[in-house]
């Protein structure tokens, strides 16, 4: 239980300062205990686990699986985020049933992330299907907001914080791709200390938002970063340099002024090595 009046974003960011990771992704077919290796091997500071099938199977996962991570981390000095389910479930849906079963997909999550050693996990706040419009906004907004509070508070119980990630755009209308959208949902959460936002710059990067503009509305509330690149239309998770997004300029106006954990998202494991060779070479250069 975090003591009270304790701000748990702030945590994060003290126990992790500035930490590289990798994310675990779906077409990575050599198994999680490869990744982790390939982790360590590169010489990340943290992986973030994505509780995506096959590679981490959430309805299937069990103390045993809880004991094998922690003991192949056991041995390594690497760090640990964790990544809530998004594809398959919906926060904001409005098919009770469906978001129910969501809530409780998130919170199980929550109960791993406290038993695998993770101050936080990132949640996608929902999505309003294309056959819908955007006028069920207000709607998708107070679901949304029921749904993770009712997370927040399982969180509180555990000493684990959550951010919220700002989304992408898409044919679905994925909730809050916006900085102000996005800051006016977190900042909707007056009860709760252990709430934060996860900045994807690859998402925002999609709807065409400045990104370091972008950054500075949301500083104060960020506790941690995604990085992949992009052609500012489809996410494609790909390779720095593949797209048009300039991480250099960002290196330079962003991520140095930043103290929290940065996690490569790059779904091809030679883009995610040479990426992180890139950045590294940037931070010798600008920190």
């Known amino acids: 239980m975090r003591e009270k009046g304790k701000d748990k974003s702030i945590e994060v960011r003290r126990i992790f300062l500035w930490s590289l990771g990798a994310s675990t992704f779906v ?8 990744f982790i290796s390939l982790v360590e091997i590169a010489n ?5 686990l994505k509780f995506e099938w096959p ?5 299937n996962f069990t103390g045993k699986d809880v004991k094998k991570i922690n003991d192949l981390l056991g041995t390594t000095d690497i760090g640990l985020l964790v990544h809530a389910p998004y594809l398959e479930i919906n926060l904001a849906s409005f098919n009770e049933p469906i978001r129910k079963i969501s809530v409780n997909v ?3 999550c929550i109960r791993i992330a406290s038993l695998l050693g993770s101050h936080a996990v990132t949640i996608h706040a929902g999505k309003i299907h294309e056959v819908y419009s955007k006028r069920f906004y207000e709607r998708a907004f ?9 997370c927040l508070r399982t969180a509180e119980d555990y000493g684990v914080g959550i951010g919220i990630e700002n989304e992408k755009k898409g044919a ?4 809050f791709p916006t900085s102000y959208e996005l800051l006016e949902f977190v900042e909707s959460f007056h009860a709760f200390e252990n709430v934060g936002i996860v900045y994807d710059i690859g998402h925002a990067n999609t709807v065409g938002a400045d990104l370091v503009t972008f950054f500075e509305m949301t500083q104060e509330r960020i506790i941690s970063i995604h990085l992949h690149d992009n052609n500012g239309i489809t996410d494609s998770h790909m390779t720095f340099g593949k797209g048009n997004i300039d991480f250099e300029l960002l290196i330079k106006n962003i991520l140095r002024k930043f103290r929290a954990p940065v996690t490569l998202q790059i779904y091809d494991k030679n883009g995610l090595l040479a990426s992180k060779k890139m950045i590294e070479k940037w931070r010798r250069t600008y920190f």
Do not use: C, P, R, W
């Open 172 to 175: 679905t209308y994925y909730l």
């Open 44 to 48: 990340f500071d943290h992986v973030e």
């Open 55 to 59: 590679i981490l199977d959430i309805e």
């Open 106 to 108: 998130v919170k199980k």
């Open 27 to 34: 077409g990575y077919e050599e198994g999680l205990q490869s």
């Open 142 to 150: 107070n679901l949304a907001q029921n749904s993770i509070s009712s």
